[in-house]
């Protein structure tokens, strides 16, 4: 079930009747039922993996929890990891690492029959996998304690509007809210409904929009060349950004519905002066729970010159492998971490290089830096959306190149009436998201259904209409999955 589609405008508005409608002291298991049932519109067999890891976590987290001795709680911390990662690794990673060992055999002329297993993918495994080790990391340190109740920490585990795509969440963040006995409020409602609408306009017309032209780009790597590759590539930065923020403004948005506040994952990324910056702006659950789990264990930064920069490169490699199994995600992955490990050396080594022009022109220095690292960002999305290394490095060539033949992306866009019109619509449509973007920016903490709710009741009339007709009128020509639903 995904979320633009007809199943889930039906699925929302009952579960969220329903889970006012039903007793308190039943809505947990309302809730555990409603996620599994979402989770199973996809494979039925989903739910066992989720299930089987729900139960092996719990158990591991209150033996955990009823020993002392730290030492002696690690078997059981292994016990959930081991699981954890043995599913990932079997049903996302195995194929790669066969296909990758049988590459390396080929090379050396060895002829060796890798095994491979065609297994379904189960939807969002690598998000709630993250969530639960988290919780089972937490408890052995003691930094959180062990859910006693089954149902609750199995809601935890599987709580449907954050399931396949996050955000990740944290025990202590989501089950005390889980258990709150939350009254119908109509404000809550209502700013949980604006986000939603907004998530779907970024989804079903943004995104879906400029998704034509990233394809005709990136489907056909001989055909196009110079400008056009930079501006497919630009095309899908904003395509995967409205994609997966607009998938998690609709996750956001319904459970507000329900009274629970689910972590931002997005703080308009690309107004980021500094590629540091921009990873605390995007993705910001992964990018928390990468360096709360795997890059403070490492040492951190508090560690040598040439041992930060491992660190960051292996993390940000594992970050780029978690979204995918592809060298693409993992050469992802690297040119981040090349782009963070340069800023890092400029900083140590030359301090004072930075663009100043001066307080009187602050805010060109801030555009300059703005535009600068969204075109640094756009590095790696170049591997993010191709189908191979390969093709991903034909990209690269061809900015520099004349197109080969006259079927190019701009050339089309501006002679094809109905192309024309879908180019010139979705460019239009990314101005509407900036403008919010630079107004939640400049607002620093408001969200964008604070935003609307404080306006008059006409724009608040008129927002409403216009993304009403514009979903409505685009979801009947598309229905894409999210691009974050594969991870």
């Known amino acids: 079930m995904i979320f633009n589609s007809f199943h889930f405008l039906l699925f929302l508005p009952c579960v969220i009747f329903l889970y006012f409608a039903i007793p308190y002291k ?26 089987a890891s729900t139960a092996i976590d719990y158990y ?100 449907w509007p954050q399931l396949v795509a996050g955000p990740i969440e944290r025990s202590a963040d989501l089950i005390p809210q889980l258990k709150k006995d939350f009254d119908f409020d109509y404000l809550r409602v209502k700013q949980g409904l604006i986000r939603v609408l ?4 970024k989804k079903v017309v943004v995104a879906d929009r400029l998704s034509i032209f990233v394809q005709e780009v990136y489907q056909h790597p001989l055909d196009h060349g110079g400008f056009a ?11 995967v950004y409205c994609d997966f923020s607009g998938y998690c403004d609709i996750a956001i948005g319904s ?34 729970w990468i360096r709360d789990y795997l890059y403070f264990p490492l040492g951190g930064s508090r560690v040598t010159y040439s041992r ?28 981040h971490g090349v782009l963070l490990s340069l800023r890092r050396t400029t ?31 756009c590095i790696p999305d170049i591997f993010f959306c191709s189908r191979s290394v390969g093709e991903a490095i034909i990209h690269m060539q061809s900015i520099f190149t004349v197109p080969n033949t006259s079927y190019d992306l701009i050339h089309n866009a501006m002679i ?24 939640l920016y400049l607002r620093k903490d408001m969200t964008i259904e604070d935003y609307i709710t404080s306006r008059t009741k006409p724009v608040r009339w008129a927002f409403y209409i216009v993304l009403l007709i514009f979903v409505g009128w685009f979801a009947m020509t598309t229905n894409a999955a999210f691009i974050y639903f594969q991870f």
């Open 229 to 239: 590759v930079v501006l497919g590539t630009w095309m899908f930065a904003f395509q």
């Open 198 to 201: 907004w998530g779907f306009f």
């Open 347 to 377: 900083d140590k080594f030359f301090p004072s290089f930075r663009l100043n022009l001066g307080s009187r022109f602050r805010w060109l220095s801030m555009a300059l830096s703005m535009f600068w690292v969204f075109n640094l960002t």
């Open 26 to 51: 039943w809505r947990w298991l309302f809730l555990l039922l409603a996620s599994y049932y979402f989770y199973m519109s996809w494979k039925p067999e989903y739910a066992f993996l989720i299930v």
């Open 60 to 159: 591991a987290s209150m033996r955990m929890s009823a020993i002392a001795d730290k030492a002696k709680r690690k078997p059981f911390l292994m016990l959930s990891i081991f699981t954890n990662l043995s599913l990932l690794l079997l049903f996302k990673y195995f194929n790669f690492f066969s296909d990758s060992a049988r590459a390396v055999f080929d090379s050396f002329n060895i002829f060796y029959d890798v095994p491979e297993f065609n297994l379904f993918l189960p939807v969002g495994i690598s998000f709630y996998t993250f969530q639960t080790l988290s919780y089972s990391i937490d408890v052995y340190r003691g930094t959180t304690k062990a859910e006693k109740h089954f149902g609750f920490f199995a809601l935890f585990v599987s709580y």
């Open 308 to 335: 930060l920069m491992f660190n960051t490169m292996l993390t940000f490699a594992i970050m780029g492998l978690w979204h995918g199994a592809n060298w693409t995600f993992v050469m992802f992955g690297v040119v």
């Open 416 to 439: 094809g009436t109905d192309t024309s019109v879908q180019f010139i619509l979705s460019w239009l449509f990314v101005g509407v998201l900036l403008f919010f973007d630079v107004v």
């Open 255 to 288: 459970a507000k519905m329900m009274g629970i506040n689910l972590n931002d994952n997005f703080k308009t990324p690309y107004f980021s002066t500094t590629i540091r910056e921009f990873w605390q702006r995007w993705h910001i659950t992964l990018s928390v």
